[in-house]
């Protein structure tokens, strides 16, 4: 049986603290490093999930006094730091730390009186820079019962998937990727973009852009997954009007801010008073327009929580979109990449998740979001974009669409990992921003007035 999680006794507001303060030691790393991109335990799964920048050959060891499972990446370098993430009675704890200048490494550490069977610990290779380590359930030890130090060499090759009708020149099947039909890639102002990217060293990016017109696409390591920050309010948005289609919430309940849902970070709420009553309307508002935390963990609860919002995002095909923590998320724990915010964006756009009432309602919400520091800075005149960002720090992030004056509509995603609250990021997006608009305000870009 998998072990029950436990979740420590923190509140949200210390997380915070803890997050800021510790994120104040951050070291300057090497330019252009490897990084780990993220990593997450499944409790209820007992499996340890990495992903890094790069290909990467782990090394594993299983130490006993207090036993540990030690993971070792070469090559890799940590962006920002860690605390230590408590979970059940066996497990005591995970660290993530630099062992030395080029290896991050992962300890697995369990309670005394607990060990593991090193033939049972499975590694698996879903990716080149895609590693599982699945563990068995953690056994007591028998009195003065003590083993040596093993090192675990054996891993698993997970069978890649295989695309149909996928052309040997495109990696990725984008049509199946964002569930519509898709052009060619913007290679005009790829490299414009590519340079950018080289001037801006301190900085390390992903994003996706797609014109939905022609489907045509720019794509910088849009698959990369990233810390979504309050990016991942955006599919929350969504579910939450899905289940007012379906008459599963009513836009005139009202919500009761309960103390463990109360959030440091970004909003308002959490300075009311514990079992102050909101609006249903407000708290969506206030989460989305202000990006509010408190306001998102009182959605999240009436939504059903957590494992529901994760199943939901399952089934409209995102696959690196997962809530693991309460907002505030200040750690970065859940995740998103560029390419799912632009695919959600797309089936919003289509009426593929919601009813044209709710889209409008909810793309209202978007277009008066407060934040206009990164994608909305790079727009032209005229240009509206309904769109929400995220920021923690060491990561930023934005996702949107946007309307231009000549008629054409574009979604865009990007995010950014940075020197902890380095304000250059923001010229990076600017930047970044204008050259898509400025290529896709083109007169051979624009729509013909019969066809607007």
Same mark, same amino acid.
Do not use: C
């Given at each position: ?19 800021? &303060? ?39 060891? &299983? ?5 540990? &499972? ?8 940590? %962006? ?17 730390? /630099?062992?030395?200048? %080029? ?5 697995? /550490? ?28 953690? !056994? ?18 997970? !069978?890649? *998937? ?12 984008? #049509? ?7 052009? #060619? ?6 490299? !414009?973009?590519?340079?950018?990217? !080289? ?41 939450? +009007? ?27 709420? /959490? ?29 999240? %609860? ?28 200040? *750690? ?16 919003? #756009? ?9 889209? %409008? ?58 020197? +902890? ?15 898509? +608009? ?5 007169? #051979? ?8």
């Amino acid at each position: 049986m998998p072990i029950p999680s436990f979740s420590p006794p923190m509140t949200l507001k210390l997380q915070w603290l803890l997050a800021t &303060l510790i994120s104040a030691w951050a070291i300057a790393l090497p330019a252009k490093a490897d990084t780990l991109t993220s990593w997450h335990f499944d409790a209820n799964q007992n499996q340890l999930n990495v992903t890094t920048d790069t290909s990467v050959q782990p090394s594993v060891k &299983l130490i006993p006094n207090p036993t540990r &499972l030690v993971i070792d990446l070469p090559g890799i370098v940590l %962006e920002y730091p860690e605390t230590p993430q408590s979970y059940n009675s066996a497990i005591k704890e995970i660290r993530v730390g /630099q062992f030395d200048p %080029e290896t991050t490494r992962l300890v697995i /550490q369990l309670n005394p009186g607990y060990k593991l069977d090193p033939q049972q610990v499975r590694i698996i290779k879903e990716s080149a820079n895609r590693w599982s380590f699945q563990l068995p359930n953690p !056994e007591l030890l028998a009195g003065n019962e003590s083993f040596q130090s093993e090192d675990i060499t054996r891993f698993e090759q997970k !069978e890649p *998937q295989i695309l149909p009708n996928l052309k040997a020149t495109n990696p990725r099947n984008y #049509s199946g990727d964002l569930g519509m039909q898709i052009g #060619s890639e913007m290679t005009a102002i790829k490299p !414009e973009v590519e340079k950018a990217i !080289e001037q801006y060293k301190s900085l390390s990016a992903g994003m996706f852009f797609l014109d939905l017109d022609t489907g045509n696409y720019l794509d910088i390591k849009g698959d990369r997954v990233f810390p979504a920050a309050s990016t991942i309010k955006l599919p929350i948005l969504i579910a939450f +009007y899905q289940d007012v289609d379906a008459g599963k919430v009513s836009l005139n309940e009202t919500l009761v801010m309960k103390s463990d849902l109360v959030a440091s970070g970004s909003g308002t709420m /959490q300075d009311e008073p514990d079992g102050t009553r909101f609006s249903i309307r407000e708290t969506i508002d206030k989460m989305i327009t202000i990006s509010d935390n408190t306001a998102t963990n009182m959605i999240i %609860e009436r939504l059903g929580g957590i494992a529901k919002l994760n199943e939901r995002f399952r089934s409209w095909g995102l696959t690196d979109t997962i809530i693991r923590n309460w907002l505030g998320d200040f *750690q970065g724990t859940n995740t998103t990449s560029s390419v799912d915010m632009v695919k959600l964006l797309s089936m919003l #756009s289509r009426d593929k998740l919601v009813s044209e009432s709710s889209r %409008e309602q909810a793309l209202e919400l978007l277009r008066h979001t407060t934040t206009r520091t990164l994608l909305p800075s790079g727009l032209g005149a005229g240009a509206v974009i309904a769109d929400k960002t995220g920021d923690i720090g060491f990561v930023v992030g934005d996702a949107g669409i946007i309307d231009m004056p000549n008629g054409k509509r574009y979604l865009a995603a990007i995010f950014v990992k940075r020197p +902890y609250n380095d304000p250059i990021v923001r010229d990076f997006v600017r930047r970044i921003s204008r050259i898509v +608009y400025n290529y896709l305000d083109l007169p #051979s870009a624009k729509v013909p007035d019969n066809l607007r």
